[in-house]
């Protein structure tokens, strides 16, 4: 087992803290029989090989190993394939961060533009490196165990490698496997792999019967997502539904693997292509809940209103007057929301891709309201030296 390991020169390579000679122990300690043990290699490994969607030089030469530990007994074959997803699925950290403001003065620099395309080298490398593990995934589809062919669908999912034997398998088990958290994920899985015009017709000959809860929510969200404006009222129903009464759904969601985000934030995202008429309610329902969700979901939620309440990018230099009522209600609602500014510097990114105000002090001057401030305990400076009083410390990706 694991053949080879020591032979890498993983003391050149880098990862997220340095030269990569944890490694090696690390991928050992995954195989071991102390559960303990493989947790604290799982806990360093999400740090350094992966480190917050951003991966390393060092990632590439990881990933065979751990695709032959898929094979050992004694190894979490289900983590092992979710890290596997996300190392396919990495980024490069400057490219991701080369728009925003900070980086205003060096994305231009020749030595800037060299780092990004380095490390766009080593996330095609990555996910190369994955993509060999497909024949391996594919027998996975079938094992006994339902939390290892949930998490091979999710795989396939993150990797979009779309070839006519995968689409195939993961639909396969969408249709016809016995656990509901392996369908939910195969059909998760299939909005990624197969074409719309094959998979909407199965969601829709089989939405009716289905009634296993996150089986048909993740149903209503591959079809709403497919259809956008088309969407029948039966899926969008199952969507407004899951926005308040979500307290079973939530526990199911938790236990599937692509849980990023709560029912709340992830329905959001699948109401954004709903035709004009349904934008309203739907944009009352979320500036209400989005003070309920926490973190990261109140950064989909805030999208998805503005996503339902203008479709992309603001004219520029445009007026509060000119907008329509869907849209001024929205951006109030945004305005006072301190649970949308929790994560205020990614809170004004997103404000500045639709063109409006990305601060809540400018936003309040904008839609005409009283500047008001969330708390008097912390002020947060924001970009051109604009100042909030917020209950949150200043953090970013």
Same mark, same amino acid.
């Given at each position: 087992?694991?053949?080879?390991?020591?032979?890498?020169?993983?003391?050149?390579?880098?990862?997220?803290?340095?030269?990569?000679?944890?490694?090696?122990?690390? #991928?050992?300690?995954?195989?071991?029989?102390?559960?303990?043990?493989?947790?604290?290699?799982?806990?360093?490994?999400?740090?350094?090989?992966?480190? $917050?969607?951003?991966?390393?030089?060092?990632?590439?030469?990881?990933?065979?190993?751990?695709?032959?530990?898929?094979?050992?007994?004694?190894? /979490?074959?289900?983590?092992?394939?979710?890290?596997?997803?996300?190392?396919?699925?990495?980024?490069?950290?400057?490219?991701?961060?080369?728009? @925003?403001?900070?980086? =205003?003065?060096?994305?231009?620099?020749?030595?800037?533009?060299?780092?990004?395309?380095?490390?766009?080298?080593?996330?095609?490398?990555?996910?190369?490196?994955?993509?060999?593990?497909?024949?391996?995934?594919?027998? #996975?589809?079938?094992?006994?165990?339902?939390?290892?062919?949930?998490?091979?669908?999710?795989?396939?999912?993150? @990797?979009?490698?779309? %070839? =006519?034997?995968?689409?195939?398998?993961?639909?396969?088990?969408?249709?016809?496997?016995? /656990?509901?958290?392996?369908?939910?994920?195969? &059909?998760?899985?299939?909005? &990624?792999?197969?074409?719309?015009?094959?998979? #909407?017709?199965?969601?829709?000959?089989?939405?009716?019967? =289905?009634?296993?809860?996150?089986?048909?929510?993740?149903?209503?969200?591959?079809?709403?997502?497919?259809?956008?404006?088309?969407?029948?009222?039966?899926?969008?129903?199952?969507?407004?539904?899951?926005?308040?009464?979500?307290?079973?759904?939530?526990?199911?969601? $938790? %236990?599937?693997?692509?849980?990023?985000?709560?029912? +709340?934030?992830?329905?959001?995202?699948?109401? $954004?292509?709903?035709?004009?008429?349904?934008?309203?309610?739907? +944009?009352?329902?979320?500036?209400?809940?989005?003070?309920?969700?926490?973190?990261?979901?109140?950064?989909?939620?805030?999208?998805? +209103?503005?996503?339902?309440? !203008?479709?992309?990018?603001?004219?520029?230099?445009?007026?509060?007057? /000119?907008?329509?009522?869907?849209?001024?209600?929205?951006?109030?609602?945004?305005?006072?929301?301190?649970?949308?500014?929790?994560?205020?510097?990614?809170?004004?990114?997103?404000?500045?891709?639709?063109?409006?105000?990305?601060?809540?002090?400018?936003?309040?001057?904008?839609?005409?309201?009283?500047?008001?401030?969330? /708390?008097?305990? !912390?002020?947060?400076?924001?970009?051109?030296?604009?100042?909030?009083?917020?209950?949150?410390?200043?953090?970013?990706?």
């Amino acid at each position: 087992m694991l053949d080879g390991i020591d032979e890498i020169p993983w003391g050149d390579y880098e990862h997220a803290y340095g030269p990569a000679e944890d490694v090696p122990q690390l #991928l050992r300690d995954l195989a071991d029989s102390d559960a303990d043990v493989r947790d604290d290699a799982e806990y360093s490994l999400y740090g350094n090989l992966w480190h $917050q969607g951003t991966v390393y030089e060092a990632t590439q030469y990881a990933v065979p190993f751990l695709i032959e530990l898929l094979g050992h007994e004694q190894a /979490d074959r289900d983590w092992i394939l979710v890290y596997l997803a996300h190392l396919g699925n990495g980024n490069s950290y400057h490219d991701v961060h080369q728009h @925003m403001s900070f980086y =205003e003065e060096q994305r231009a620099d020749e030595e800037f533009q060299e780092m990004v395309a380095k490390e766009l080298s080593w996330v095609v490398a990555a996910y190369e490196a994955v993509v060999k593990g497909i024949p391996t995934y594919l027998a #996975l589809l079938d094992d006994p165990d339902p939390g290892v062919r949930a998490c091979c669908c999710y795989l396939f999912a993150v @990797m979009r490698h779309q %070839s =006519e034997e995968i689409q195939s398998a993961v639909l396969k088990r969408a249709i016809e496997d016995e /656990d509901n958290i392996v369908r939910a994920a195969a &059909y998760f899985g299939s909005m &990624y792999l197969t074409d719309v015009d094959v998979l #909407l017709p199965i969601v829709e000959e089989n939405f009716g019967t =289905e009634v296993d809860l996150l089986v048909k929510w993740t149903m209503a969200q591959v079809w709403a997502l497919g259809a956008g404006p088309e969407t029948p009222s039966k899926a969008v129903d199952v969507l407004l539904d899951a926005l308040e009464n979500n307290e079973e759904l939530e526990t199911q969601f $938790q %236990s599937s693997p692509w849980y990023e985000q709560d029912v +709340i934030a992830t329905t959001s995202y699948a109401l $954004q292509g709903l035709p004009p008429e349904m934008a309203k309610q739907t +944009i009352s329902k979320l500036a209400v809940l989005i003070e309920e969700v926490k973190g990261y979901s109140a950064l989909g939620v805030a999208e998805s +209103i503005l996503a339902l309440a !203008f479709g992309g990018p603001a004219p520029e230099d445009i007026k509060f007057e /000119d907008l329509d009522e869907v849209q001024q209600e929205a951006l109030k609602a945004l305005a006072y929301s301190s649970k949308a500014w929790t994560f205020n510097v990614n809170m004004a990114e997103i404000m500045r891709w639709f063109k409006l105000p990305d601060w809540p002090d400018k936003l309040q001057e904008f839609c005409g309201l009283e500047k008001k401030s969330f /708390d008097d305990s !912390f002020v947060a400076r924001g970009p051109g030296g604009h100042t909030v009083t917020a209950t949150f410390e200043l953090e970013e990706e």
